[in-house]
C-alpha cells in the first residue's frame, strides 16, 4: 500500500482519537473558566521552536494530536469562548468544523466550473443566500472569500477596473477616520496611491461627516484627480456605528463613485428586526462585504463580496488561459470572476450549519446579542465613574473611566488590565482620537448573560480599590 494512504481501518483509527480528543475539549469548555492562556503558551515557544528541522522519519499520530490538545490549542486566548468579548470574536460552530473535514477529505475542485457540478451548486447556492439576505436581486453574483479583508480587496480592484480604466494614477478614495485597515491596505495593493486616501472626519455620531466628504471630493476635481471610491461602514469595528447609505448613494451618484459597504462586523444583523432598520438601504451599494465567520459565527476563513451588477466580476477577473479549457454553461466560475484558482470549497462551512438550523436560529441568536448589548449598556451606564458613548447601534459598546483629565487615559488602561488579568471575559481598547476607550464586542453565539455578569463583577471589584 502506498505509504501516504493509510488503511481504512488506520484512517478510522485517527479519525477516533482526533474525535475523543475534540469531544472532551468541547465538554470541557463549560467548566473552563480561563480564557486567555496565551501567556502560558509563551513559556513552551522555547521548546518548540528547538524543534524546529522538517521531520525525516514519522512519528506517533497520537502523540501528535495529544500534544495538540494539551499545549497547542489549551495554551492560547480562547477567540471562540464565551468570554471573548474583544475585537471581533470569531464564532466556531461546530458543524462547520465537519463540513470542512468533508470538504478536505472530498478535496473536489471548485476552481472551475466542469469538475464538481453538484458541489460548484452548493456553494452558488449559498451565495445567493447570503445576496437575498442583504437584499440585491437576481443580477447580483458573489464570492466566498478568505475573510473581510480580502473582500474588500476584491471591491477595490472591480471599482478601480471600473471607474478608472487605466487612469490608476489619479484615482481617489473616501472612506471614514473609523473605515477599517483593510479598505487602506486593499487600496495599496489594488494599485492606488496612498497619497489618494482621503480619510474623512466622522461627526459626533461616529458617522462619515457628509459636508466635509463633499468638500473634499470637490478639492479632488479640482486638482484634476479622479474620485471613484466611497466605502460605508455597516458597523465600525471601533465603535459599532452605521454610516448613512442613502445620502452616500446620493454623493456616489453625484460624483460617479463606487459605493462599496464594508458590513463585515455588522452586516448578518439586517436578519434581525432592529438590525434591518439600521442597516436600511445597504441594497443600494455597488458591492458588500459579509464575514460569515463574524456574523453567522462560522470558524476563521470564510469572509464574502458580493456585487449588485455581477457580470462586473466577470468582467474584472476573468482570464483566458491556453491549459484550461472552460466549459460554456450557465454556472458560475469562480477562477474567472475572482484573484484564486485552487482553494477549498467554502460554502460547505455555511451550507451545512445553516442547512441544519435554518437561518431563523441565527436571526434569534444574533437578536439575543443585540439584547444582550443592551442589557449591558444599561448596567454600565449605572456607574458614576465611567462615561459611555451613547446610543450604540448594535453590539459594540464603549466606555471609558471618568477621569481627572491629567491622568488622560491611565486609569482606563488599569482597568482594561485588570479585567483581563482576572480571564473571566477579555476585552479590548480603541483610541478615539487620543481618548481610550474600552471596547465590549459581543458576537460570540456563546456569550449570555453569565459572561456580561461576570465582566460588571469585575468592574465592582476594581472599583472597590479606586
Ligand atoms: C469592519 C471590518 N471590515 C473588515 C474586517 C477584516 O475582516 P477579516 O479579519 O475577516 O479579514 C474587519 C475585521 O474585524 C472588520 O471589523
Redesign the pocket.
Known amino acids: 500500500m502506498n505509504k501516504l494512504e493509510p488503511t481504512a481501518h488506520d484512517f478510522k483509527k485517527m479519525l477516533d482519537h482526533v474525535c475523543k480528543k475534540i469531544i472532551s475539549h468541547y465538554k470541557a469548555r463549560e467548566q473552563v473558566n480561563e480564557i486567555d492562556k496565551s501567556q502560558e503558551g509563551m513559556i513552551f515557544l522555547e521548546k518548540y521552536s528547538k524543534n524546529s528541522k522538517i521531520p525525516e522519519n514519522p512519528s506517533s499520530f497520537k502523540k501528535i494530536i495529544d500534544e495538540l490538545f494539551a499545549q497547542q490549542i489549551p495554551l492560547s486566548l480562547d477567540t471562540s469562548g464565551s468570554g471573548y468579548l474583544a475585537?471581533?470574536p470569531g464564532g466556531g460552530i461546530v458543524e462547520s468544523a465537519i463540513a470542512e473535514l468533508i470538504t478536505c477529505y472530498a478535496n473536489r475542485y471548485i476552481g472551475v466550473n466542469f469538475t464538481a457540478p453538484l458541489l460548484l451548486q452548493i456553494e452558488t447556492q449559498v451565495i445567493k443566500w447570503l445576496i437575498s439576505i442583504v437584499g440585491y436581486d437576481n443580477s447580483a453574483k458573489g464570492i466566498l472569500t478568505s475573510?473581510?479583508?480580502i473582500a474588500?480587496l476584491h471591491a477595490m480592484i472591480l471599482a478601480r477596473e471600473d471607474k478608472l480604466g487605466n487612469k490608476i494614477s489619479k484615482g481617489v478614495l473616501y472612506g471614514s477616520s473609523h473605515t477599517?485597515h483593510?479598505i487602506w491596505k486593499g487600496a495599496f495593493a489594488a494599485g492606488l496611491q496612498r497619497k489618494h486616501q482621503r480619510i474623512i472626519e466622522v461627526n459626533s455620531d461616529g458617522k462619515i461627516d457628509l459636508k466635509k466628504l463633499k468638500e473634499q471630493i470637490e478639492v479632488d476635481l479640482k486638482k484634476k484627480l479622479i474620485p471613484f471610491f466611497i466605502v460605508g461602514?455597516a458597523?465600525t469595528?471601533s465603535c459599532g456605528r452605521i454610516d448613512d447609505f442613502y445620502e452616500l448613494k446620493k454623493i456616489s451618484k453625484a460624483y460617479n463613485l463606487w459605493f462599496h459597504i464594508?458590513a463585515?462586523?455588522g452586516g448578518f444583523f439586517c436578519l434581525t428586526s432592529q438590525g434591518k432598520k439600521a442597516l436600511s438601504g445597504m441594497q443600494q451599494a455597488d458591492s458588500v462585504?459579509l464575514?460569515p465567520?463574524k456574523g453567522l459565527f462560522l470558524p476563521y476563513g470564510t469572509?464574502a463580496l458580493l456585487v449588485n451588477d455581477g457580470t462586473k466580476l466577470d468582467k474584472t477577473f476573468s482570464q483566458h488561459c491556453s491549459y484550461i479549457q472552460c466549459q460554456d454553461n450557465d454556472l458560475w466560475d469562480f477562477s474567472n470572476c475572482s484573484l484564486e484558482l485552487s482553494r477549498e470549497m467554502r460554502g460547505m462551512r455555511i451550507y451545512l450549519p445553516v442547512k441544519k438550523y435554518g437561518i431563523n436560529a441565527f436571526r434569534k441568536a444574533l437578536t439575543e446579542k443585540i439584547k444582550l448589548s443592551k442589557y449591558t449598556f444599561k448596567k454600565l451606564s449605572q456607574y458614576k465613574m465611567l462615561s459611555l458613548i451613547p446610543n450604540p447601534e448594535l453590539t459594540i459598546i464603549n466606555f471609558r473611566y471618568a477621569e481627572a483629565s491629567n491622568l488622560k487615559n491611565k486609569t482606563t488602561l488599569e482597568l482594561l488590565d485588570f479585567i483581563n488579568n482576572k480571564n473571566n471575559v477579555h476585552l479590548s481598547g480603541v483610541y478615539l482620537e487620543d481618548v481610550f476607550y474600552i471596547r465590549v464586542c459581543i458576537l460570540s453565539f456563546r456569550t449570555s448573560k453569565k459572561d456580561i455578569e461576570a465582566l460588571l463583577a469585575d468592574l465592582r471589584a476594581f472599583m472597590k480599590n479606586k
Open positions: 475585537y471581533v475573510g473581510g479583508s474588500n477599517h483593510s461602514n458597523g469595528t464594508d463585515a462586523y462585504t464575514d465567520h469572509g
